[in-house]
């Protein structure tokens, strides 16, 4: 067993580990929730070098509390009101609907299958209604499902999470108030009259960020220290009028923030972004890391009956019956029945209110804790490996992402678009002229006829369909600044632009498009004098050699490269990616000489 005592190095190895995990999970395509609690678990439990209860003591619990408000906030921020124009009536469907369903299914499943008491057995029921984003929100970014079923696990996720750590409350308060001699009507006005508060503490918070922002009452470089400093003040100032309703706060601050102008969006999202990253990867970290084999040797045979009950019973009977008025289809409501994984939410208001009731002297309340760690684990691992094969059965996967995105229409776009129709690759333009549009419309080519800068931060384009985004329109200067504004998004190698006055090429900037640079002008004109676009495949008897032999032979322009699998890489003028057998190379080329007698 290895000791480090350096809180220091701790604290450094739960980033490392998180992150690294993160890092992992992006180059195999695992999911990063699962891998993220192995590292916890093997640093933890097995190897002992993290013990966050001793390591962190008092601390762990605030630590983790507000963690998990930045990364509601950072949810709700993600929740915009249009995103309901498909998904509206399932979202309202699996809230209002879903939760008392499934709060009265795991309540019966607690009960019956873990042999838990009825009140302890309604607290954890209440628990379990909640997905969250820390775990959700992950896991959505490993899969390329259409953007309806994306809508309803992460609102379901981002909504019920504060719910479900209510209806714990509303227990433990029933419970602590003398059970069935309790008052309920009191107990439920308590918890209305918190949850009410914490929703006006929200909306007041939200409507004041997003009526200072934009008046330049606080300056560029503090916006993001203030709303930082403002979700973690007001979910304190919420947490202290009834635990967990914090919770509330911050996700209905975030929503309010989402659907109202700041000017400043783009920043701080990508701030809170990066800071969620951040906070998931070492949330998850701490969460596995704190299961000791003492939780482990508490975990009855039994609890095996309720995991599978809350699998393959409560969780898609809960969502067949809610979306059962919608006519969302069945392949997607299965979808949506199936993956449930709980994460930090669940683990933490589990253990809050186990230590407590335990305190109480409520007989049964520590089997809550080994209980809680089994449902997350089960969860993580069969939803989180099984999503993608789930996905791909039922015919929801679209597939790694293979498109152009090209931006700005133009007589050139629109022939390279139909020149990659024919290649059986996806191709968008996207242009605000609805008049510049119309070749394209004719050409029966996909168009998106508005600012790619709004609508791609906005998620009405889903930039996932597309490896590769290529600014071509006759201002430079936009098409620098697209490349800017994206390429943190998509990746600073998938982001280029057609050669305008200056072809300077920063990878801030963008790639200059082409192996020759070639300004767009020029391939307007070269378009109009009759070069045409082709592909050459590269194999080992003309091996490609010979073809940079040709191409300087007639003048032509080497644009990008396919590879058997599918991946396409862009020519730059300062990039040429490695071409070997078996890879296709798009070209522009002049058109042959005529011969002569």
């Avoid at 929200?202 to 470089?221: C, D, H, I, Q």
């Avoid at 009950?309 to 069945?330: D, H, K, N, Y």
């Avoid at 008049?435 to 006829?449: G, N």
Wanted: a neutral charge; hydrophobic letters at 50%.
């Amino acid at each position: 067993m290895f000791v480090i005592d350096s809180l220091l190095v701790k604290i450094a190895l739960i980033g490392v580990l998180g992150i690294g995990a993160q890092w992992i999970a992006w180059r195999t395509g695992r999911p990063a929730i699962a891998l993220m609690l192995i590292a916890g678990i093997i640093a933890g439990p097995v190897l002992g070098i993290l013990d966050p209860e001793k390591d962190f003591g008092a601390l762990r619990e605030p630590v983790v509390k507000l963690a998990v408000a930045v990364i509601l906030f950072e949810g709700g921020l993600s929740l915009k009101f249009r995103e309901l124009k498909h998904a509206g009536i399932a979202v309202f469907m699996l809230v209002f609907l879903g939760v008392p369903i499934g709060w009265a299914l795991g309540t019966l499943a607690a009960h019956y299958a873990a042999g838990l008491s009825w009140e302890l057995a309604a607290l954890f029921g209440g628990v379990m209604v909640v997905t969250g984003p820390t775990v959700i929100i992950p896991l959505l970014r490993s899969l390329n499902i259409a953007p309806r079923v994306k809508h309803m696990l992460k609102w379901e996720a981002i909504v019920n999470d504060p719910i479900g750590a209510l209806l714990a409350v509303g227990v433990y308060s029933y419970i602590t108030h003398g059970g069935g001699e309790a008052n309920s009507a009191s107990v439920i006005v308590d918890v209305v009259a918190a949850s009410t508060l914490a929703i006006v503490l929200g909306t007041l918070a939200g409507l004041a960020l997003t009526w200072a922002f934009p008046r330049g009452l606080v300056p560029e470089y503090l916006k993001a220290p203030v709303l930082l400093t403002t979700v973690i003040g007001m979910f304190v100032l919420s947490d202290l009028v009834m635990h967990e309703t914090g919770l509330i706060t911050v996700t209905v601050m975030g929503v309010v923030m989402a659907n109202r102008e700041t000017y400043s969006s783009r920043a701080l999202l990508r701030f809170k972004e990066d800071l969620t990253v951040i906070l998931v990867s070492g949330v998850f970290i701490l969460l596995s890391a704190t299961l000791d084999w003492e939780v482990v040797s508490n975990f009855e045979f039994r609890f095996l009956a309720f995991l599978i009950l809350l699998l393959f019973a409560v969780r898609p009977l809960t969502i067949m019956l809610a979306l059962l008025p919608t006519r969302i289809p069945f392949r997607e409501r299965l979808f949506v029945a199936w993956i449930a994984p709980r994460g930090i939410v669940a683990v933490a208001v589990t253990g809050l209110f186990a230590l407590r009731l335990s305190d109480y002297g409520v007989a049964g309340a520590n089997a809550l804790v080994p209980l809680g760690f089994g449902v997350v684990i089960a969860t993580i691992f069969a939803h989180g490996f099984t999503a993608g094969h789930f996905a791909r059965w039922l015919g929801l996967d679209r597939g790694k992402g293979d498109g152009l995105l090209l931006v700005g229409a133009n007589s050139w776009t629109v022939a390279f678009a139909e020149f990659i129709k024919t290649q059986g690759k996806e191709v968008l333009i996207a242009d605000p002229s609805k008049f510049a549009l119309r070749s394209a419309r004719r050409a029966d080519i996909p168009v998106y006829e508005g600012d790619i800068l709004d609508e791609a931060h906005d998620d009405v384009v889903d930039m996932g369909q597309y490896q590769q985004l290529i600014a071509a329109t006759d201002n430079d200067s936009y098409n620098a600044l697209v490349c800017t504004e994206l390429a943190p998004e998509i990746g600073h190698n998938r982001v280029s632009r057609a050669a305008g006055e200056s072809r300077a090429s920063t990878k801030r900037r963008g790639r200059i498009f082409t192996l020759a640079g070639t300004p767009i002008e020029e391939l307007l004109d070269r378009l109009q004098s009759g070069w045409t676009f082709g592909r050459t495949r590269i194999t080992d008897k003309f091996p490609y050699e010979q073809f940079v032999a040709r191409m300087k032979e007639n003048g032509g322009d080497s644009l990008l490269v396919v590879r058997p699998s599918g991946e396409m890489a862009i020519f730059s003028t300062d990039h040429r990616p490695s071409v070997g057998a078996e890879d296709i190379v798009w070209t522009f080329v002049p058109p042959e000489p005529v011969a002569r007698n």
